[in-house]
């Protein structure tokens, strides 16, 4: 920064050779580039100058809350209490997850992509996966969790369901609705 874009040294110093009120604003503002040399080395050493920056943060950040608290909206709508939240509707998110399962199986066996025809080749590996599946299963290496493994994945959707509402309705609160 050039010497022109910095304060004269009667803004910055005062006959006794403390800070004045504007440089201890712009310090406590962080606008320590507006400074000439020196200012913020004679703060950090002179507990006179110290203390009156501090009061000058403080007085900034007061300032600045109250300028947020005056662009905060009107005590009227501030002082209506949100809404409880309703229960997560746990039923409905299953139905509806069963109910979009159903809803997309025509759409992937009319042919999307060349579904159709490679449906043959998707319903052998299927049926190959299964076969394995219990052939393993009936050796009891992973019985246990092969006859768990429906219902890991539908509790699996059921929290991703979950989730996704929560979020929602976090969302749409902070949103206010909209």
Do not use: N, Y
């Not at 910095?6 to 006959?15: I, T």
């Not at 504007?22 to 020196?38: H, K, M, R, S």
């Not at 409880?84 to 997309?104: E, K, M, V």
């Amino acid at each position: 920064m050039e010497d022109d874009d910095k304060l004269s040294p009667d803004l910055v110093w005062q006959p006794d050779g403390h800070l004045t009120d504007v440089a201890l604003t712009a310090l406590g503002d962080g606008e320590e580039a507006i400074l000439p040399d020196g200012a913020a080395a004679h703060v950090a050493r002179c507990p006179i100058c110290s203390s009156a920056l501090g009061r000058a943060a403080l007085l900034s950040l007061r300032a600045g809350e109250l300028l947020r608290a005056q662009a905060a909206p009107a005590p009227s709508c501030a002082s209506v209490p949100a809404a409880p939240r309703a229960p997560l509707p746990i039923a409905a998110i299953a139905f509806a997850l069963a109910l979009s399962a159903l809803g997309a199986a025509p759409s992937l066996a009319s042919g999307a992509g060349g579904l159709l025809e490679r449906w043959a080749a998707i319903w052998h590996a299927c049926s190959v996966v299964v076969r394995t599946g219990w052939a393993v299963a009936g050796s009891g290496a992973l019985s246990g969790w092969l006859t768990a493994l429906p219902w890991l994945s539908a509790a699996l959707l059921v929290v991703v369901g979950v989730g996704v509402a929560w979020t929602r309705g976090r969302q749409l609160s902070t949103d206010g609705g909209m």
